[in-house]
């Protein structure tokens, strides 16, 4: 299911801004020269981590908002049809019959 939702999301998603990341490249590489050899290793395996995070939490929360729409379409279409108005003069109809008993009960 993960890779038809992944396939779901390269097609429809935002795709982040590509000067952003040039920025955001441009202050690791800033780091990294103020850091030995072995603390640049440690930045990349930090960023990579963070990046795999960011990944993630994209794809799981595609994946919600897919399942919420689905559950929203199977919900509606179970009657065959959603009208606003036919639900709002229920809703309505509902709260007048409340009000009626209310008075003679």
């Not at 995070?53 to 897919?66: R, T």
């Not at 108005?85 to 009626?100: A, T, V, W, Y």
Request: proline share 2%.
């Amino acid at each position: 299911m993960y890779d038809y939702m992944r396939a779901l999301e390269d097609r429809f998603a935002p795709r982040p801004n590509h000067k952003r990341r040039q920025e955001l490249e441009a202050k690791r590489q800033e780091v990294a020269i103020l850091l030995d050899k072995q603390g640049r290793k440690k930045l990349l395996r930090l960023v990579d981590a963070h990046t795999m995070v960011q990944e993630e939490m994209a794809l799981e929360s595609f994946v919600a908002g897919f399942r919420l729409a689905w559950g929203i379409a199977m919900e509606l279409g179970a009657d065959g049809s959603y009208s606003y108005e036919r639900e709002q003069e229920e809703i309505s109809r509902r709260k007048n019959c409340g009000e009626e008993a209310d008075k003679y009960g």
